[in-house]
Structure formats: C-alpha cells, structure tokens
C-alpha cells in the first residue's frame, strides 16, 4: 500500500497537457486526420447541429472532422465565452464563415450568428479516462454548457484529444457527466461510466 496521495486534477491536467505539448506537428495533423475519419464513421441522427472547436493550446484540431460533418449536411456550430467568463454558448458556423478574435484565445462567429444548442458536441480534452470522465482547463465552461443543454433534451457528447492524454482514472464527482465516446487517432473508445 503507498502513502502517496492520489494525483489532483491540476496535476493530472499538467502531465497531460505536457505529454500534448510534445507531439511533433507532423503527427499532429496525422492524428486530426484519423479523428476525422472516426468522426464521420459515427452512426449520428442526419443533419444533426454539432457543436466544434478550433483548437488553441495545442488541442487536437477538429477541423478537419467538422469538414466531413458539414459535407454530410450537418449544421455546426462553435462554442463562445460570454462577458461574465462564466458562461458558454454556441453560435451557429458554417466553414468559410468569418470569425472573430475573443478571449482565451479563441476565434469565434460574429455577433450576429445565431445562438443555438447542438445535439452533438465535439469536447476538446486536457485529459481523460476510459470511463469518458474528462479534465478539462479548470474554468468549468464545459461542464456547465453540457449540464444546461443535456437538461433541455437529448445531447451526444463525444471528446475529441491525443491518444496521449488518457489517464487511469480522473478523480471524477457526482455531477461530472462522463463523455459516451472518446476519439483519438488510436481509436474509438466507448465509455462506459463506472464509478
């Protein structure tokens, strides 16, 4: 038995996001790539809004899945931070559309785009476990947006990251929502939520 305590999530965030940090660009596009290709195989209700990232921090870039969303006749849409850093919404994108620069590094739509609630949501990852727990950056924006829409009807939540970023087990608590799916460019991993 070891008296090590267990890793926080700020630990575990920063181990992940460090083994992210070092994945050479070649790789990195090779493994968006596969992403995509996962993404399109998945059995998803026809022309489904799906909720995308660009990525920042090094994420994984889901661009090239929302590519084969759209040209499948799916609507999308990209997550923004509203005024009170708090809050997350959704404004409806079409690639090609413009963006705006906005806090935390992000790109999003305009002021003028719609705000909608996907049914399917592309999660960026800082780390995760086979269960579909996630760790996010700490700020809740996420866990928050996905509490609210899954609490207006159905929502399909699928993280999206490196293959490198999984963990055993992320120190989840009772209102986390675990993902049902998580793709890397090792596969597809279907969670399944034991606590």
């Known amino acids: 038995m070891s008296d090590a305590a267990p890793a926080s999530k700020a630990d575990l ?8 940090a070092a994945i050479p660009g070649e790789a990195r596009a090779a493994a968006a790539d596969r992403v995509a290709a996962l993404v399109e195989m998945l059995d998803l209700p026809a022309g489904a809004l799906v909720s995308g990232f660009l990525p920042i921090r090094g994420e994984i870039d889901a661009q090239p899945a929302m590519a084969r969303l759209a040209a499948r006749g799916h609507r999308l849409c990209l997550p923004v931070i509203l005024d009170d850093r708090t809050t997350m919404i959704f404004r409806a994108w079409t690639p090609g559309d413009p963006l705006e620069p906005a806090r935390f590094g992000l790109s999003v739509p305009p002021e003028t785009a719609p705000v909608v609630d996907p049914a399917v949501m592309l999660v960026p990852l800082a780390a995760f476990d086979r269960r579909g727990f996630r760790i996010g950056y700490g700020k809740g924006h996420y866990d928050r947006a996905i509490a609210r829409i899954a609490a207006a009807g159905p929502l399909l939540e699928i993280g999206i990251a490196f293959a490198c970023q999984e963990i055993e087990r992320v120190p989840d608590e009772p209102h986390d929502r675990p993902m049902r799916v998580v793709l890397t ?3 597809r991993i279907d969670c399944g939520a034991d606590r």
């Open 185 to 187: 460019e090792a596969g």
């Open 13 to 20: 965030r920063a181990a992940a996001l460090a083994r992210r």
